[in-house]
């Protein structure tokens, strides 16, 4: 029997590549080679960024969480309609004034550094 | 004759492997019109290949040109220590899986594949190639795991370490899974014995 199925899979009809087939190939392969290299990611700018990126994420969950377990003795059933602990509004502005900085410089790093690559 | 055969087949490979390294070294230097040389000396296994895969000419090209793209960019990736048809249809069969899973060829259970006619309809070359290809096309219909190894094997003329070095599996387990792909084509097509004598017969008379 394997060798009925043998004769029959083995004997596949031959193709014979199309005649555009070789210069379609070539023409794709000059083409890449010709196109310009991919512009390689600006390691050495974009880690400083980074860094501070992860600095001011790590920062912030360690204040949330600081805040969290600070306050969580506070928070009770009897408590919960009326929070124990409202940051006052010099406060909250704080918070407003840091994430826009953060977001300004996050804007002006992305700008210099495509400025530099010539992207814009 | 058959010593002398072997002998041939065996100095032409040696060329075209010289050839291969000759024409890699001379792409990875800068000369992109190299490559053509590789092209010409694979198109014909590449394509065939493919379509043993998806049995879809056009696709069939289309999946070649995708794999010498492939291995284009990836040339310096070729360590010397292996053949470079080893490394060339191990990431053909790479593009060619998973251009496959993204677009499927139709899925058609092995149940549902048609069973070759009985003898009385079998007094045509068309009836017979009809037969042919409804097992062929039954091998699409297998699991990946068992279609693989079915494909690769028949397309290395039933080499199971050419097929086992192009899937980068070990021998043994493409064995298993020969077996097992065999075996559910077997069960498929029960009267395969039968028509597999009427075809050699009729292909006897021909002859004669």
Redesign the interface.
């Known amino acids: 029997m394997n060798e009925k199925l043998d004769n029959i899979l083995a004997s596949e009809p031959e193709l014979v590549p199309s005649s555009g087939f070789l210069g379609s190939v070539m023409e794709r392969v000059v083409e890449e080679a010709a196109a310009p290299p991919p512009i390689p990611f600006p390691w050495k700018r974009a880690i400083p960024g980074m860094i501070v990126a992860a600095g001011v994420f790590g920062w912030g969950g360690f204040e949330f969480v600081r805040y969290a377990i600070h306050d969580a003795p506070l928070v009770s059933l009897h408590k919960m309609p009326v929070p124990a602990h409202i940051p006052s509004q010099v406060d909250q502005v704080l918070w407003a004034a840091v994430a826009c900085a953060v977001s300004l410089a996050s804007w002006l790093l992305a700008r210099r550094l495509a400025g530099r690559s010539g992207l814009i | 004759m058959d010593a002398l055969a072997q002998s041939a087949a065996d100095s032409a490979k040696v060329d075209a492997a010289d050839l291969d390294a000759a024409d890699v070294a001379r792409v990875l230097a800068g000369d ?2 190299a ?2 040389g590789i ?2 000396r694979w ?2 296994p590449l ?2 290949m493919a ?2 895969y998806c049995r879809d ?1 056009g696709r ?2 289309e999946l ?2 995708e794999a ?2 492939r291995a ?2 990836g040339l310096a990736g070729w360590r010397r220590d292996g053949r470079f048809s080893t490394w060339l249809f191990a990431l053909a069969t790479n593009v060619y899986r998973s251009d496959l899973k993204r677009f499927p060829t139709v899925h058609v259970p092995i149940e549902d594949v048609d069973e070759p006619a009985g003898p009385a309809s079998q007094h045509s070359a068309l009836a017979e190639r009809s037969r ?1 290809e409804s ?2 096309r039954a ?1 699409l219909a297998l699991a990946e795991r068992y279609r693989e190894p ?1 494909v690769l094997f ?1 397309f290395h ?2 080499d199971v370490s050419a097929a086992a070095r192009t899937m980068r599996l070990p021998e043994g387990t493409v064995k298993a899974r020969l077996g097992r792909g ?1 075996a559910l ?2 069960r498929r097509f029960p009267h ?2 039968e ?3 009427e ?2 017969n009729l292909n006897k008379r021909k002859e004669a």
């Open positions: 992109v019109r490559f053509e092209v010409r198109q014909g394509i065939n379509w043993r000419r069939a090209e070649a040109q010498f793209l284009w960019r042919e097992v062929r091998v079915l028949y003329e039933m065999r084509l077997r395969l014995e028509t597999a004598t075809i050699s």
